[in-house]
């Protein structure tokens, strides 16, 4: 009896022990292993140093960098400044020469406009004579007087040129006055109109004198 009780005894505890060995070993098998501690290198002084100084070279090398970088900016500032004022200066200069051009253009037409007008004047001033032509003609033409009746002032005018107002010759070039009173011009238009009892011949002066009145 008693050995039957020992022996349920022995059994119960290898149960027991065997049972607390296999929950140890799941128990294990469940746990994560520990991760291994990696050991950081340890640094030396000279390292740090030499860190140091490449850190300061980059930190003045961008500072470089960046002063360089306004400086062109600066650079290219100031020529395009430069550029802009030498263009102002450019187109000034060109406006200027551009009015002066054709302020010299006008000064020109207006000048050759003046020659021009003194050239016709001089042309309306003379007029040289044709075949068939006679100072009445001449005095009516539109570019002398439109009047042949005002024919004595061309000869009192040419009196030097003309022997008888009668007979004028080709190629005789007479001066066409343009400034005569109104008394003059009627004075000629009676007489041409008239023919009164003294001669042209007697001279251009004696006609132009008042009362004048021809001595046999």
Request: aromatic fraction near 6%.
């Amino acid at each position: 009896m008693k050995n039957n009780t020992f022996k349920s005894l022995v059994i119960f505890c290898s149960a027991v022990l065997l049972s607390a060995l296999l929950f140890s070993m799941v128990s294990c098998t469940k746990k994560k292993p520990p991760e291994p501690v990696v050991q950081k290198p340890s640094v030396s002084a000279e390292d740090e140093a030499r860190k140091r100084t490449e850190e300061e070279a980059r930190l003045k090398a961008e500072d470089e960098a960046r002063a360089k970088a306004k400086e062109e900016a600066k650079r290219r500032a100031d020529e395009e400044a430069r550029l802009k004022a030498e263009e102002e200066v450019r187109l000034k200069a060109e406006a200027k020469a551009a009015e002066e051009a054709a302020k010299a253009e006008e000064e020109t037409r207006a000048k050759a406009k003046e020659e021009a007008k003194a050239a016709e004047a001089l042309e309306r001033a003379s007029h040289e004579v044709v075949k068939g032509e006679s100072l009445w003609k001449i005095a009516k033409h539109k570019d002398v007087y439109e009047n042949p009746f005002m024919w004595p002032i061309i000869y009192k005018a040419n009196h030097d040129k003309i022997n008888d107002p009668d007979l004028i010759y080709p190629k005789q070039v007479f001066s066409i006055p343009r400034d005569f009173s109104s008394a003059n011009k009627d004075k000629a238009v009676h007489h041409a109109r008239t023919r009164g009892e003294w001669s042209l011949h007697d001279g251009s002066e004696k006609y132009w004198e008042s009362g004048y009145i021809k001595t046999k």
